[in-house]
């Protein structure tokens, strides 16, 4: 990977989740969607391990650009713009499933879920020690978040897959922000701004109670 290439790596996606937000802590979604896109990248860095999440997530992203580029996409700036305006039209879910599979609302909860468990897998990197196993830590922060949604051949065929990961101080390395302490330190500075977004979204959606969306 040449030199300037940042947006494929973790600078980039603290660029994007740092702009996230503006001065009334709503939630922007071409930031937001950029954000996904480099953590896309940077999973497939991994090779196949964890195609089973970033290609849900492709599709996810897709949908939401979609949504940004039609007639409605005023409606589509915000997180919170969108659930205003499809709650507000009738276009959740909620009392009968599968009747808007492709709404924002439930779209972008399927990435919040994943954020979670991002969020918990790169804490865990950047807290645990030299030692620590990468499949281990991967399998806890998938146990803890993204495996209460799906159903056990997927839950068995994603840990199976984590017994292939790297070693730690190769995972941080593949991030590509210089040594292994350099790592750390852009894990510090990007962590909290990547759970203040899941933070604001989670509130978000119980206050609507859209957080069981089939």
Not at 105 to 130: D, K, V
Request: proline share 4%.
């Amino acid at each position: 990977m040449a030199d300037g290439e940042d947006v494929y790596g973790l600078k980039g996606v603290l660029v994007m989740f740092q702009s996230c937000l503006n001065s009334q802590e709503e939630i922007l979604m071409d930031p937001y969607l950029g954000g996904w896109k480099g953590l896309v990248r940077f999973l497939n860095t991994m090779g196949p391990i964890f195609s089973f999440i970033s290609k849900d997530a492709v599709s996810k992203i897709q949908i939401m650009e979609n949504f940004r580029s039609n007639e409605q996409r005023e409606d589509y700036v915000t997180l919170q713009a969108m659930v205003n305006y499809e709650l507000g039209n009738g276009l959740v879910d909620l009392r009968e499933p599968g009747a808007y599979p492709a709404s924002g609302c439930r779209t972008i909860l399927r990435l919040h879920r994943a954020l979670r468990w991002l969020h918990l897998f790169l804490e865990g990197l950047r807290t645990s020690g030299p030692s620590s196993k990468t499949s281990t830590l991967c399998t806890d922060s998938y146990n803890a978040s993204l495996a209460n949604y799906h159903p056990w051949i997927v839950r068995k065929a994603a840990t199976m897959a984590f017994y292939a990961l790297p070693t730690r101080d190769a995972f941080l390395e593949n991030m590509r922000v210089g040594t292994t302490e350099e790592a750390i330190e852009m894990l510090g500075e990007a962590l909290p701004h990547i759970s203040r977004v899941y933070e604001i979204t989670e509130s978000l959606y119980a206050e609507h109670k859209l957080l069981d969306l089939p």
